[in-house]
DNA sequence: TTGTACGCGTTATCAC
DNA sequence: GTGATAACGCGTACAA
């Protein structure tokens, strides 16, 4: 380890490392008493010999005694090189261990195989679950995959779209945070020519391809199921106004009741940050202002669940008295009491199909044109609106 | 497109992409109605020009008058070169939109600043939130996080090991799947220097730095308050007899009765493949060998909830007539009800330690010696072990 | 203080 | 069929 002397007594064998402090490392004079922090210096740090000289195509090329042209494509099976020599190449490479270097062959070939995934939060099923369905395709045709959280910050989803860019993946997968209403980290990038791919929460203006989720539809399904039911007063618990998918969930909600040759009161229109307090908050003061309601369909199926939670800590019964609805299939909504009637977006196959529109887009090159799809989804009625059999 | 033509009719224009298989592409022949795959070929597609030349130092260097070296040296700020030439190429880089090239930089620096991290599961809330403290340490100090899920197969484990490993990640982060149980893809790469770090289903023969849940402690706190809450027959519901998690788990479960001064009836313990199927499998199997259990304690959260549904719904009254405890603090545990009694392991802090016994590690550089950590975590009380207060 | 020149590991374009 | 050699973009020891 680095040798470092305490800031107070000079000394530096009484010193002890404790912990990280925003990237900082942390130290702890034993002797002073004294904590102090300094900034990492990866850069004078020497790298570890051992890990050093992995064997390369040089090294198989002295040992057999030919040119590494000659190893570079005996090793990927070009047609030039004699069954002979492959064979040589490859046995040796064997037993040498040999693994080529990826940031080499990136350099020179100008692509990483590698693509870059933002997605808001990684500890939500919903979107774990979208990326396992990128993972999946990708690594079928030996892609890698890499991964960063926005935490719903724009910020962060700036300086992830940034870190990708530098690190040349070869396209983006994007699912924009709460926060995210500007999208010159984007435009920059599409100008630049990088495939550009927006699932779930996209931005519409932007020209690239999209996938989503079938919200409106999905929506009207819950409601108009809902209304089947004989829920008269249907409120909705939506997200921020200003998100896509908060609008188009909430025109499937519309269309039902004028399907149903109703219409929606606009007064059970509930916009919220989606966080457990404010969607709890908001259910207590309807109910409070209006005795009438006598269902939540709520956006989000967290959400959703935490009000069924909530309404039971209050004594009401589900569904009798008031039904509630989620979207999104989470994986909570089988299990909590009364099980909450959803939304399946397929999530899994949304995230295939993001990763596939991104490999046709990179198969067509420069004559791409960006195309949108949408995964159908199917509703999942359970005990938390099921009063009576669907007529 | 590159065009392709039908394998019966060898028609091009009647030809449509109808997704992936496997990582071939799928086309389909409107005239033939004939489906096939072909094997995609990246090598051959043209990369898009427009993506190409992004500006690079030398591009800055040119523009200035100055060499690239000064460039270079001017953008990260060395001693050597003048405040005012600095300020020129620090201002005809942010002109030109100058991103410096990542690959480049690893290749010459000979490290990635990228750490892979395998887990089995991207979707259990568990991991998730390890990984979340990973990352968190990790982009504190600008280190790049690579995710791969082994979904809990030895050999995709094996496979995302070499990926990793031909990627140059400066560190290697693992939690191996349950079907692992040998560690020559560890060994291996351990004699080449790389810096690996086992957490949570650790390998204890290696001779890695380890972080750890607190299993023994943890299993034991849960075991030692179900029989202080007079729970008698506690039948523990365990993950494969070879896993380390299994065993140190169910070592706290014996200590505790040790300590209660009787001991555990080995009838008890079951080993499962925590699979749901497996698990209620096994409950329902107890049930009905033995009519005096009184309490499951599962191993996993998951599979605790899923013994609380299942009760319920052969009338089963919990805690009263059984009670049930969990391990892992998974968010459903708090909404099913009852709520489920369990230990919270501190996965996020799990994962913020990890990450910094990596940085750790390297700023040792070679003189560093392994070494095992131990996260405390602590017990969740909640109404499916609540018989009576403590005493 | 700045510039030159080589190395990093691989691929590709020539020539032989 | 095989071998030199020049990129790829950047860092840096050494020279000026």
Known sequence: MPRVKCKKCHKDET?????????????FCKECDYYFTIQLDFQKRKPS?????STTIIDIAKVIGVSVSTVSRALKDHSDI????????????????????????????????????????????????ILTGIQSIASAVGY?????????????????????????????????????NTFDHIKLNLKRGIPIIQFDRVCEELNTSKVLLDDVD???????????QGFKRIAIIAGPERLYVTRKRLEGYLKAFRKAGTSADPALICYTDLTKEA???????????????????CISDIGAVNIIVHLKKKGIRIPHEIGVAGFGNDPTGDIIEPSLTSFNPQTYKCGETVAQMFFDQILDGDDHVAQTKMVKGNLIVRSSTFRRPEP
Chains 1, 2 share one sequence.
């Open 82 to 129: 004699s069954l002979e020599t492959k064979n040589v190449v490859k046995q040796v490479a064997a037993e040498l261990n040999y693994q080529p270097n990826t940031l080499a062959q990136s350099l020179t070939r100008r692509e990483t195989r590698t693509i870059g995934v933002i997605i808001p939060d990684i500890e939500t099923y919903f979107f774990a679950s």
């Open 49 to 53: 010999r051992l890990k050093d000289h």
């Open 279 to 297: 969607i709890l908050k908001q259910v207590d003061e309807l109910l409070e202002r209006d005795r009438t309601i006598d269902a939540f369909f």
């Open 218 to 228: 999905g929506s009207f399904q819950v409601t108009e199921h809902m209304i089947g």
């Open 15 to 27: 010193i002890i490392r404790s912990g990280f402090i925003r990237g900082r490392q942390r130290f």
């Open 144 to 180: 890698k995959v890499m991964i960063s959280q926005s935490r719903e910050s724009h910020e962060t989803e700036v300086a992830n779209v940034h870190t990708f860019i530098t690190n040349w993946v070869d396209g983006l997968l994007i699912c924009h945070s709460k926060e995210t």
